[in-house]
């Protein structure tokens, strides 16, 4: 299996520059396993296709605001980081441009000094571990100074910071959005709890590895980076009592199923309360634990996540979907249009 085999055409104007109003009347594809029928709808009409006794994982992981300008304390040269991983207290693993600014020992200041940082280590991949330093908590520092680390795909300035937010975000730690989650509304989730849908939640940190390119050619060779997951007791409960009872279970997005299929890997097909670190890769011919339906959006070409859907749905009809997706104008990647595959 290569890399190249998820490759597809992506015309440049398909990519989503900014988020649809109001959330939920993004588009959405229905993918039926049973027929193999097609649907175009709007997210909106998702409560159609849920029935009484399904149950929908959700990540309720929120997204730091990451992305951070400064200077170089000395010279004053500007830097960039990015955060992608928390070390220990104030300490974290980040992305830095220019690197050569950030040798061992240099000190940043952001924020006109509200956050500072030093170079700890210098990572043979070229990532750096700093200790930060800020009066108070970190994060309400992050919040006064840092920005949203949108993909580079995206172009447009962001002027609403809340809308790469899902409405149930709150535990903090993602850089990137699991943008999946991005379609529902409040008013929305309770219309899918008044029609006997259940709702579960699991935390899975998105880190930037999620995105970066597979960069060799035979899939099997890709390393996934690793990151943080929490499934709950209680959501844990849900996943039992569902399958159980002969109810679906549906992941709101790829990070939500890998959380549910890392546990049940990690713990011989049993679903119980569990927390650590995943680098569960998902590609052609894995066999599915816990995962009933997928509610995702449209991904990067050869990326990981297009190779988790083809998993799922299976690759020859995924990849006929996204050329679909492609004549039909549907709206790609982050702030695109969603799919449902059941």
Not at 26 to 39: A, G, N, P, Q
Not at 88 to 103: F, S, Y
Not at 205 to 232: A, I, Q, W
Request: glycine share 8%.
């Amino acid at each position: 299996m290569s890399t190249s085999d998820f490759y597809y055409d992506l015309p440049e104007d398909l990519i989503a520059q900014t988020p649809v109003e109001p959330r939920n009347h993004s588009r959405l594809m229905v993918l039926s396993k049973k027929d193999d029928s097609i649907e175009h709808k709007h997210f909106y009409d998702l409560c159609d296709y849920l029935k009484k006794g399904d149950l929908l994982i959700l990540n309720d992981s929120r997204v730091l605001p990451a992305r951070l300008y400064g200077e170089k304390v000395g010279t004053g040269s500007a830097i960039e980081f990015l955060l992608l991983e928390q070390k220990g207290d104030k300490l974290w693993e980040i992305i830095c441009r220019p690197g050569k600014k950030a040798r061992e020992g240099a000190e940043f200041i952001f924020g006109g000094g509200r956050l500072k940082a030093k170079v700890i280590e210098v990572k043979e991949d070229g990532n750096r571990v700093v200790q930060f330093e800020c009066e108070g908590n970190l994060f309400t520092a992050l919040e006064d100074v840092g920005q949203m680390p949108l993909p580079p795909y995206i172009k447009a300035k962001l002027e609403n910071k809340e809308r790469y937010q899902t409405v149930y975000s709150r535990e903090l730690g993602s850089a990137a959005a699991p943008t999946a989650g991005l379609h529902f509304t409040k008013e929305m989730l309770e219309e899918i709890k008044a029609k006997g849908v259940n709702i579960g939640y699991v935390t899975l940190h998105v880190g930037l590895g999620t995105f970066r390119p597979v960069k060799v050619d035979n899939v099997l060779e890709h390393k996934m980076h690793s990151e943080h997951y929490h499934l709950p007791k209680e959501t844990a409960d849900l996943i039992n009592k569902t399958k159980a009872e002969g109810g679906r279970v549906i992941s709101v997005g790829t990070t939500s199923c890998r959380t549910v299929e890392s546990v049940a890997t990690f713990n011989n097909g049993e679903i119980k309360e569990a927390d650590g670190y995943t680098d569960i890769f998902i590609y052609p011919g894995y066999e599915f634990k816990v995962l009933d339906g997928l509610i995702t959006n449209f991904h990067l070409p050869e990326s990981t996540l297009i190779m988790l859907v083809s998993a799922f749905y299976g690759y020859d009809k995924t990849m006929a979907a996204y050329k679909k997706a492609v004549e039909e104008k549907y709206r790609f990647f982050s702030f695109g249009d969603a799919m449902l595959i059941v």
